[in-house]
Nanobody
Framework: QVQLVESGGCSVQAGGTLRLSCETS????????LGWFRQAPAQEREGVTA???????SYADSVKGRFTISKDNAKNTLSLQMNSLKPEDTAMYYC?????????????????????WGQGTQVTVSS
């Protein structure tokens, strides 16, 4: 059973920082590729970032240089550090998992709606 539980979303001002966390089951953490996608009202889903079993990462162009994905092996937890937040980052953020594939492949799958995901956590950035 895939378990993905997000936390950390809240309202911040533009230029601020947030750190999202995702608790996963040990099996999901160890065997799959993990990442984040986001979806704002009336907008298409966007794959934000992914990390594969080897630690390779992939990022959407819109967040490169501002967001960082990381894994905590001791806690089976995935994190997303978000810096220099912009109003256009406002969305529901979902932690996602896919079978063990490359980070680039996982990012594409998350954007296309494939994989498993949690309930989401809301991020709101005000100008």
């Amino acid at each position: 059973q895939v378990q993905l539980v997000e936390s950390g979303g809240c309202s911040v001002q533009a230029g601020g920082t947030l750190r999202l966390s995702c608790e996963t089951s040990r099996y999901t953490y160890r065997t799959g590729s993990l990442g984040w996608f986001r979806q704002a009202p009336a907008q298409e889903r966007e794959g934000v970032t992914a990390i594969d079993r080897d630690g390779s990462t992939s990022y959407a162009d819109s967040v490169k240089g501002r967001f960082t994905i990381s894994k905590d092996n001791a806690k089976n937890t995935l994190s997303l550090q978000m810096n220099s937040l912009k109003p256009e980052d406002t969305a529901m953020y979902y932690c996602a998992a896919a079978p063990s594939i490359t980070a680039i492949q996982a990012l594409g799958r998350f954007s296309a709606g494939f994989g498993d995901w949690g309930q989401g956590t809301q991020v709101t950035v005000s100008s």
